[in-house]
């Protein structure tokens, strides 16, 4: 290019017009982001385009009138680049250049799209005077695909406010360089030009108003959760707090069904009976329960799990078998025996009266029969009961192990709620400090921007009362007003950035908020969630401890009752065992006598045999088939007497059970065989008297008066034993009532 210039001042103004090319590209790239385009590089091909044309054209003399088109409007509107113009240094003309292709390029656009038959009849439009700033972005935009109508903008895009106020910023732009023409003109048409430079800074006026007074220009923020928690140092993630969910709380309504599967299993049975009242406590605490966990977001299965024991010891505890069911059939079964004895008893007596010795022998072996039955019945019912007391007594401590583990579950999950809950109320303190704190900073902002504001309007203000000065001095102060427009100008692109500023401030003050409510949520609802789970851990803690207090109430009541039967057993083994053994051996002592009856008449009868056998009489023979009967009856004796001091043994040792059991509940008695020893010296006494009588013997005899006082010592000991007895006696068959009547007690108390 220096080469084709002939003129060595041409050629010094390259560098100069370099710089003009570098400003053009910047001014390009600005006037294409008001222009409202989408395609740059489209934008500035046309823009080249335009300046490539007229430079091939003009050749150097486009080159000269560049510079001297630059020199005027440096001269006539110093305005447009924002300095004086006066100084004629490389630097003002490069500035001035780019002013100029600041206000030209508009108008060259607009050319460009009347040339090419927009419609306007090859009529050049300026910005001012055409009405439409729209028509450099319809050029642009001209053979671009137009969007699809039924696409919506996406959730976070900008609202239809903040395009409006790029469209405004444009049209001050656009007013302001109409302004700078209006006073560069202004001494051939000031007056034509003074109304309508009074309507537009009127328009400029309601433009900036109508700026200000825009809100909600959604604007995006980055604004998240994560940066509230690293503001106020929160100490909870989100992933810790409770999610928004519904309650699931069914695990609690199962314990329910299973109360109520219980219910209909054995509500009709004597065991469920003690646990009817808390049964229908545990149904309703379970209904609150679940209406209080269904208000929260809480999932209820660690809490419900807890009662899985109690659903299980409950229903054990109802499976057990009643003490009524236990003793029942053994007490029928006793009592029916008893009541055979004594009619043996009876028939004996009537049979000794009648002298029929061998039915009396028969019933006394039969009495015996019964009550060693009776006996083994009574063994058996007091080890069934001993078997009971057991298992009540290992049911007893697993419910009570059960029971002392529960409260500690509890405590965990209450420990676990209460922390988690205290956190949340210090995230929640810390967040509305911090929120009360950008509140305030936000108040103090939004303050200086009216305070900014009215200082602004006082400022245009002035400038208004100025310039109507200036109307009044127009010819001597024109460069005065110029100065005042520069500064209006200046102030009014101040205020757009502070109300773009403000916005932006606005639209993160905003998204502050929502962010902190959006938390807070979270927040209060772990808070509300913590609150339900405390009160449902408090309601399962009472559920808990009520129907385990149940059981081990029923279980220690069932276990003294066991306890109070199983005695009464004893009791009724020791009477039972002392009749049957007062009965052996009366026996045996008949028995024995018999033997020594027979061992006489066996003496006898061999004295006769070796008599008539000296003497060879044939009757000895007669005597010793007597003497063999006779020792064959002994040994039938013997062989009785063996086996009912045999069975007299098994009894002895069956009652060593009873013994014990009654020793150590401190329950007095008279050992039967003990009493069985003084019944014999009984007999034994009365035996003497009858022999001292058939010997002849008479009261006044000394024999008699001592078989006398033998007498009254026994009957003596036999009163004392009677005595000591009498906590033992009377006792057959009196477990069953004592059962009933302990039962209908205690549910008449329930």
Not at 58 to 77: D, E, H, I, N, Y
Not at 423 to 451: I, P, Y
Not at 707 to 714: N, T
Request: glycine fraction near 4%; charge should be negative; charged fraction near 30%.
């Amino acid at each position: 290019l220096s080469s084709t210039l002939p003129n060595p001042d041409t050629r010094a103004l390259l560098p100069h017009i370099s710089a003009l090319h570098l400003m053009a590209d910047k001014d390009t790239l600005r006037k294409f982001y008001f222009s409202g385009g989408t395609n740059f590089n489209a934008f500035k091909s046309a823009a080249e385009k335009r300046s490539g044309t007229s430079s091939t054209s003009s050749g150097p003399a486009t080159v000269a009138a560049a510079t001297s088109s630059s020199a005027r409007l440096a001269s006539s509107s110093p305005m447009l680049n924002g300095r004086d113009a006066a100084a004629p240094s490389p630097t003002s003309l490069q500035d001035v250049s780019a002013s100029a292709i600041d206000v030209v390029m508009p108008s060259m656009i607009d050319q460009e799209d009347a040339s090419t038959g927009g419609g306007n009849g090859g009529r050049q439009t300026s910005p001012v005077a055409g009405g439409n700033s729209l028509n450099a972005i319809r050029s642009i935009t001209k053979g671009k695909t137009t969007p699809s109508a039924n696409s919506a903008p996406p959730a976070d895009a900008a609202s239809a406010e903040y395009f409006q106020f790029l469209k405004q910023q444009q049209d001050i732009q656009r007013s302001h360089q109409h302004l700078e023409e209006v006073l560069s003109n202004w001494v051939t048409g000031r007056r034509e030009r003074q109304s309508e430079l009074t309507k537009m800074r009127a328009h400029c006026a309601e433009v900036l108003h109508e700026i200000e007074t825009t809100i909600d220009w959604r604007l995006k923020s980055k604004y998240d959760v994560q940066q509230l928690i690293r503001d106020c140092n929160l100490a909870l993630q989100p992933s810790e707090l409770v999610e928004d969910r519904p309650s699931q709380h069914l695990a609690v309504e199962q314990i329910a069904t299973h109360l109520t599967r219980i219910e209909r299993a054995y509500g009709s049975t004597l065991q469920f009976k003690p646990y009817k009242l808390n049964h229908e406590q545990s149904l309703r605490r379970l209904h609150l329960l679940a209406e209080n966990l269904s208000q929260g977001n809480m999932d209820a299965s660690n809490l419900a799990r807890i009662a899985d024991t109690m659903i299980v010891q409950l229903e054990n505890v109802c499976q057990l078998t009643t003490l009524e069911d236990m003793v029942k059939d053994r007490e029928a079964a006793i009592e029916r025996y008893t009541f055979s004895v004594e009619d043996m008893r009876n028939q004996r007596d009537v049979a000794v009266t009648d002298g029929e010795v061998h039915v009396a022998e028969r019933l006394c072996y039969d009495i015996i029969d019964a009550l060693e039955n009776t006996l083994n019945e009574v063994v058996s019912k007091a080890e069934s009961l001993q078997s009971a007391l057991q298992e009540n007594e290992v049911m007893r401590n697993v419910s009570d192990q059960y029971h002392k583990k529960t409260p500690e579950e509890l405590n965990k999950i209450h420990l676990k709620c209460s922390k988690l809950r205290q956190r949340c109320l210090d995230d929640m303190k810390k967040m509305f400090a911090l929120r009360e704190k950008v509140e305030e900073v936000e108040a103090q902002t939004a303050a200086k921007v009216l305070k900014d504001r009215e200082t602004s309007d006082r400022l245009l203000a002035e400038n208004q009362q100025n310039l109507e000065v200036v109307f009044a001095k127009m010819e001597e102060l024109e460069r005065q007003a110029e100065q005042l427009e520069r500064e209006r100008h200046r102030e009014l692109l101040k205020r757009l950035s502070e109300k773009d500023k403000d916005e932006h401030r606005r639209a993160e003050f905003a998204r502050f908020c929502f962010v902190v409510d959006s938390h807070s949520a979270p927040l209060e609802r772990t808070v509300k969630n913590m609150d339900i789970m405390l009160s449902s851990v408090e309601a399962m803690r009472e559920l808990l401890d009520h129907t385990f207090q149940a059981i081990h109430d029923d279980l220690t009541e069932r276990d003294s009752l066991l306890r109070e039967v199983k005695t009464e057993t004893h009791k009724e083994h020791v009477e039972v065992f002392r009749a049957m053994l007062l009965e052996t051996g009366e026996i045996v002592y008949r028995k024995e006598r018999m033997v020594e009856e027979l061992d006489k008449k066996v003496q006898q009868a061999h004295v006769q045999q070796e008599l008539l056998a000296e003497t060879f009489n044939p009757n000895a023979k007669k005597f010793g088939d007597i003497k063999k009967q006779l020792l064959q009856n002994r040994d039938d004796l013997e062989a009785d007497i063996d086996d009912l001091k045999r069975r007299a043994a098994a009894g002895m040792s069956q009652f060593t059970f009873s013994e014990t059991a009654l020793k150590e509940a401190n329950i007095s008695f008279v050992h039967p065989a003990t009493e069985q020893e003084h019944h014999t010296i009984a007999m034994r006494a009365k035996m003497m008297e009858f022999k001292a009588m058939l010997l002849g013997h008479t009261a006044d005899q000394p024999i008699l008066s001592e078989i006398g006082r033998l007498k009254e010592a026994v009957q003596e000991t036999a009163a004392v034993i009677a005595e000591v007895n009498a906590d033992t006696s009377g006792n057959i068959a009196k477990s069953l009532p004592v059962i009933q009547a302990a039962n209908r007690t205690r549910f008449r108390h329930e």
